[in-house]
């Protein structure tokens, strides 16, 4: 049984409980006859705030596919957001409607937000460059599928690491795995953030982190690729200069192990050459497709274990959050900067950690 009832972040899934949603995800595909009434009856409610295609599409399918139906936005300007409505407003709203809420949202933290207001389970489809943990079971369930295991591995993930929100879900989630090895490829100024990596020193998670793709493609077994994330860019100047920064070609794959495969949360730009499609070692489009079953098992195991709503008044912390991509930025929830000690505070809704010496 999963004991959360939100999914915001990776590690609201225990390694037991992603495991069970592996079998059950094994099953819906296996059996796909069996669960087509299972979600008879239930409405899924989709806020989308951001554009998204592949997401809030898979979703709508795992939902139609398990009987139940489909209410929502793709599009804020049609929504209530227009007219300065809250994500904790429309989260109460949603409640009074639905069965299960998913959010995305181009600010990090609002499915969070949404999570401690509303009355029925918040699955978060993406906050800004924050976190995507149902892309990460997406990845985890093709690595799952292909490799038989998620553990000893040796994982090549390279572009955006900065603003890539897939990327940081998935090291999250992958650094619980014994015998993970990442090795992290991107320009100096697209690293992953400081969070990430004091995450990975405090759990004596290896990893090394690189410029190119050339030193480690011989090694990896899996290369995790993304885009380059303009829309998180603070100037367009910088996004100009680095876009094209990483192109996975023929020649490259050449030099990678025969069991080797490249994924992609997608949408691809040109990190990716069409060439290596035809690769059989790239999976990107079979992910896509084992993304529609663990969501389906996800929704269902989420409806299963029934919701006890958790709203507290929240007091607000002392010290204020400084990322301008913060929920908090915009919206009057009351500060939440947890005391990490050595006078390091973090944000309980972005995870932004700060540095304060008095
Ligand atoms: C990703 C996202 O939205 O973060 N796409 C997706 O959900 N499959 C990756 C991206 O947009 O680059």
């Keep these: 049984m999963l004991n959360t009832h939100s999914l915001i972040e990776p590690q609201d899934l225990s390694v037991e409980e992603i495991k069970e949603l592996f079998t059950l995800a094994d099953d819906i595909k296996n059996r796909p006859n069996l669960y087509i009434n299972a979600c008879e009856g239930k409405l899924m409610g989709t806020l989308f705030y951001e554009p998204s295609t592949r997401t809030r599409l898979s979703f709508a399918s795992a939902m139609n596919r398990l009987g139940g139906r489909v209410v929502g936005f793709s599009d804020p300007s049609s929504s209530s957001a227009t007219k300065g409505e809250s994500v904790a407003d429309t989260a109460r709203m949603l409640s009074a409607y639905a069965d299960i809420i998913v959010m995305r949202h181009p600010l990090e933290g609002a499915p969070k937000v949404a999570s401690l207001y509303s009355d029925i389970p918040v699955i978060n489809a993406g906050d800004g460059g924050h ?110 200069r680095l876009k094209d920064t990483y192109v996975l070609d023929a020649e490259k794959m050449q030099l990678a192990k025969e069991n080797m495969i490249v994924m992609h949360p997608l949408p691809r730009v040109k990190e990716i050459s069409r060439e290596v499609d035809y690769d059989p070692r790239a999976k990107y489009f079979k992910q896509a497709r084992y993304g529609m079953f663990i969501r389906m098992a996800l929704i269902l195991k989420l409806l299963e ?51 304060i010496e008095e």
């Design 131 to 240: 976190n995507h943990p149902t892309q990460t079971l997406t990845d985890l369930y093709t690595i799952h599928t292909v490799f038989g295991r998620t553990d000893n591995l040796k994982v090549g993930v390279c572009g955006d690491l900065k603003f890539g929100r897939t990327v940081h879900s998935l090291i999250m989630a992958m650094s619980r795995y014994s015998g993970i090895e990442f090795f992290l490829i991107s320009p100096e100024e697209l690293r992953v953030p400081r969070y990430l990596r004091e995450f990975m020193d405090n759990n004596n998670v290896s990893y090394t982190e690189v410029e190119t793709i050339e030193e480690v493609i011989a090694d990896v077994d899996i290369l995790y690729m993304t885009r380059i994330q303009r829309e998180r860019f603070y100037d367009d100047s910088d996004y100009e």
């Design 305 to 355: 274990v029934g919701f006890k709503p958790n709203h507290t008044h929240l007091e607000p912390t002392k010290y204020h959050c400084k990322n301008t991509h913060c929920i908090t930025k915009v919206e009057n929830e009351p500060q939440q900067m947890i005391d990490m000690g050595d006078n390091n505070y973090k944000c309980l809704y972005c995870d932004y950690t700060v540095h």
